[in-house]
């Protein structure tokens, strides 16, 4: 179990034997609690989208191999460690843009190679390391939240704040990086007003972050993408929010695709462009933005309205003709010169300081 929260949502939650998940495709209209016992079904949990965000894939991914722990029939501790570190590889495979869910599965995989106990105490440890991961996210998802609070303008009135995709409750343990920004500023009084890009193709924006602000009743209004640069112009956006699946060590960041053009419209106009993100986040690897791969999406994505359930009822809508051609990458890299700040749970750094987390 996690610690009490702000808010009432929590994507991944530990009952009893098995995983409780909040089923994010049918937000915002439906919403349904998936109940799995199954390593398998985490695997599926994760490639359908009922998870989404780096972090709460990398918390289920963790449970998902306890569960496949204990589906593992053998005394031989060689056979045992093979088996799990098969499972760890499906579980990297899923996303493998994610920098958290890697780093969540060799978390999990270094309590086998480094244990000496026997299996059964293995099982248990692994389940306690799973649910360590959790508790220690959503404690970094508040420091996130509060150090991100102090990089934002000190402005006469109250803050609006722009965000795109979803980086909040729903991605992560249950309060956020850049959302859990957003949440620390209403809390502490100085948030006016969210605007949440609409995200396409998949409406992250419109459809799960908004979902959020309403159910805290945080003020919240809807746009298009394509929105975004007029409402800056107009003096609506006092400061950019975004999340990120990995970071490169010079602080080139590769988030949900729409987020460069952000970034590059918040520059235009002298507005902030604050990246949230654990630090296990930060890849040291890889040097630059040029080093990180770029996942495509199927190209279902950007011409079908509905899914494969809405066709057989009738609700489904294509807006693209045959025979056209498409482009569907899931993410796009933010030079580094583009962010004014990157904010983690050890603090807050300007792209060109990350060494310093390394150091630490």
Request: hydrophobic content about 40%.
């Amino acid at each position: 179990m996690i610690a009490t929260s702000d808010t009432h949502v929590y994507p991944v939650l530990w009952q009893d034997d098995h995983l409780v998940l909040i089923d994010q495709r049918q937000l915002p209209e439906r919403y349904n609690i998936v109940s799995i016992h199954r390593c398998d079904d985490v695997v599926r949990s994760l490639r359908s989208g009922i998870v989404q965000g780096g972090s709460a894939m990398g918390i289920a991914a963790a449970y998902g191999l306890y569960l496949g722990a204990t589906e593992i029939h053998t005394d031989d501790p060689t056979a045992f460690w093979e088996r799990i570190e098969a499972i760890g590889d499906q579980f990297k495979q899923t996303r493998p843009d994610k920098a958290h869910l890697q780093w969540a599965v060799d978390t999990m995989l270094r309590v086998v190679h480094h244990s000496s106990a026997t299996i059964e105490e293995v099982r248990a440890q692994l389940l306690a390391q799973a649910q360590a991961i959790q508790t220690e996210d959503f404690r970094l998802c508040h420091a996130i939240g509060d150090y991100g609070v102090g990089v934002l303008p000190q402005h006469p009135t109250k803050l609006t704040v722009l965000t795109h995709c979803n980086h909040g409750a729903l991605a992560t343990s249950g309060y956020g990086t850049s959302l859990g920004i957003m949440r620390s500023l209403w809390h502490s009084g100085r948030l006016e007003r969210v605007y949440a890009a609409e995200t396409r193709p998949t409406f992250q924006g419109s459809r799960l972050t908004a979902w959020e602000c309403v159910q805290e009743g945080i003020p919240v209004t809807v746009i298009t993408d394509s929105m975004a640069a007029h409402c800056m112009q107009k003096g609506l956006i006092h400061a950019v929010l975004a999340g990120a699946d990995r970071i490169a060590a010079n602080g080139d960041t590769i988030s949900k695709i729409g987020t460069y053009s952000l970034a590059l419209v918040a520059q235009a106009h002298g507005i902030p462009f604050v990246v949230a993100a654990p630090v296990s986040t930060v890849d040291f690897r890889v040097a630059t933005g040029e080093g990180m791969a770029i996942a495509e999406h199927p190209h279902e994505e950007i011409y079908q309205l509905g899914d494969a359930q809405s066709a057989i009822q009738g609700g489904q809508r294509i807006t693209a003709p045959s025979g056209a051609e498409f482009y569907n990458p899931a993410s796009d890299v933010t030079p580094a010169r583009c962010i004014t700040a990157i904010v983690t749970e050890r603090g807050a750094f300007s792209p060109h300081q990350l060494s310093e987390l390394q150091a630490k």
